[in-house]
């Protein structure tokens, strides 16, 4: 792939991490999908608390259908031709205490990077989604009150982008990202350094 430029070198796992929108509509192996929940499953999280909760649906299973429909009709779109849609959520208070853990969605989303970089691994597309119900995934999926929805992901094998419509081949693109001079600050904020 070899598009991204990073300024210092950096893991290729990392850098060719992107979130593709074509798949072929072919079912991962339970070995596959399991080994993605495997690579959550040991993220870092404050007090190793491990908020992090995902709900699936295989696209040959009776659950699919609640799972597509809280989607927005944008990520139905495209999301018809993934393997599984996999909800992240997570436990708003620690266990141990039951007092709030700040950083639970934070946790989460180290456990969710974790899960992309290993699909990038295996030759397989995790792609993230916001453009969903939150409020009827509560309901639809009895999430209890403790619990926030924090998103949603489809998984799937790599398609081809000709056959996605023309407007999503034209999204079908590797982004780039903003230049670390303008993400780290030196001291205090806003103090930026020359790289
Ligand atoms: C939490 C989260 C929510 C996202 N929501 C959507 C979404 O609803 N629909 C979509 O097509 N892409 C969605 N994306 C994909 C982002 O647009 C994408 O990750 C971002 O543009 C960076 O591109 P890359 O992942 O290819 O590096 C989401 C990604 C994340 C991490």
Redesign the pocket.
Known sequence: MNVRKSKYSVNPLILN???P?AMSGELLAKEELMTLFEAARWAPSSYNNQPWRFIFATRDSKDWDVLFNLLVD??KSWTKTAAALVVAISRKNFEFNNKPARTHSFDTGSAWENLAIQATSMNLVA?????LDYEKAKKDLNIPDDYAVE?MFAVGKPGKKEDLSPELQAKEV??DRKPLNEIIFQGKFGNKINL
């Open positions: 991490r992107w979130s929108r944008f990520n792609h993230g989604m916001e453009g998103m590797i982004s």
